[in-house]
């Protein structure tokens, strides 16, 4: 069956200190694969999307790697501040003949709390 | 501009009562699309709307959940006879893309449905 899964329901870790977040997939395709951030009481916040045809992309200390083979993507927090803590959704955008096939398949979140 | 919008921001109603839920997505997004979280766990898929082709119905969880959408423009969820269980949060996105490439999601902020 297909599943989505994020290694931790919840990560703590030191500020300064680089946070790594993991999503795995299984019987999955995906075109894209997104992040996302979510804080308690708000909607998604999309953050990094990246191809399958990519290897890794960057945004200021984020990071997110994808590795087609292994079926998994890590998502990394350089540098995490207190203000870094919040719920890290992965998503896949899966693949249609026109390109992204519209939904996204959500896994169920990684909390991050930094503590300073 | 603004981005999307939802109304109510919370909802309480007794069970066997039904709901209407209202997305407005951010103008020119021929993309939108319905989720429900509930608590502490991930965004699970409903209904998609792209431009003026049929919705994707696959995620709706039973009959007595529908939806609607005037054009490009506001969406409605409806939800008949209540039950406990649909208590959630109901995220509404939109997106400028569907089949021409990658898809980043701008999400509101919810409507929070309790029932009783």
């Given at each position: ?9 919840a ?18 395709s ?36 994808f590795?087609t ?35 996204l398949i959500f ?7 930094v503590?300073? | ?28 997004h ?13 965004l ?12 994707d ?17 506001v969406?409605t ?11 959630a949060v ?6 400028l ?8 999601q701008?999400?509101?902020p ?7």
């Amino acid at each position: 069956s297909q599943k989505i899964e994020q290694n931790s329901e919840a990560l703590n870790i030191q500020e300064g200190k680089t946070a790594t977040l993991t999503c795995n997939y299984t019987n999955y395709s995906p075109a894209y694969l997104q992040w996302y951030r979510q804080d308690p009481g708000r909607g998604p916040v999309f953050l990094l999307l990246i191809r399958e045809n990519e290897k890794e992309k960057r945004k200021e200390r984020l990071k997110v790697t994808f590795d087609t083979t292994l079926k998994q993507s890590l998502f990394h927090i350089t540098a995490s501040q207190p203000a870094d803590s919040a719920t890290y959704l992965c998503a896949l955008d899966l693949m249609n003949y026109g390109g992204s096939q519209g939904n996204l398949i959500f896994g169920k979140g990684t909390k991050l709390s930094v503590k300073p | 501009g603004a981005g999307v919008s939802q109304s109510p921001s919370n909802k309480v109603t007794e069970k066997g009562k039904d709901v209407e839920l209202r997305c407005d997505p951010i103008s020119g997004h021929t993309a939108l699309y319905w989720y429900r979280q509930r608590l502490g766990q991930g965004l699970e898929f409903l209904i998609y709307f792209q431009g003026n082709s049929a919705p994707d119905k696959s995620g709706l969880p039973s009959d007595r959940f529908s939806a609607e959408r005037t054009g490009e423009s506001v969406s409605t969820l409806t939800i008949q006879r209540t039950q406990q269980e649909d208590s959630a949060v109901y995220l509404c996105a939109s997106s400028l893309a569907g089949t021409s490439g990658y898809n980043e999601q701008f999400f509101g902020p919810g409507t929070r449905l309790t029932v009783l």
